[in-house]
């Protein structure tokens, strides 16, 4: 199996907040700008679907994954 290790991009992030919603212990809202945090670049098992899913459904493209 292999994991996924996220990167996210703050220059492209647009504030959607798709990916907090998604996979809410990977990803966060800056409370000052409302772009993404990334809280686990190297999510434990349990959230690895959730922050696939995620990169998946941010309108910006802005989550990128890598599969090790
Ligand atoms: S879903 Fe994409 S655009 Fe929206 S906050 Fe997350 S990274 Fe930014």
New binding site residues.
């Given amino acids: 199996m292999t994991r996924p290790l996220l990167r996210?991009d703050r220059e492209r992030?647009?504030?959607?907040?798709?990916?907090?919603l998604t996979a809410p212990e990977v990803?966060d809202?800056d409370p000052g700008d409302g772009?993404?945090l990334l809280l686990r670049a190297d999510p434990p098992a349990v959230h690895q679907a959730a922050a696939r899913m995620?990169a998946g459904?941010?309108?910006?493209r802005?989550?990128a994954v890598r599969e090790e």
Avoid at 13 to 20: H, L, T
């Fill in positions: 996210v992030c647009i504030g959607a907040g798709m990916c907090a990803f809202q772009l993404v995620a459904v941010c309108p910006a802005a989550i």
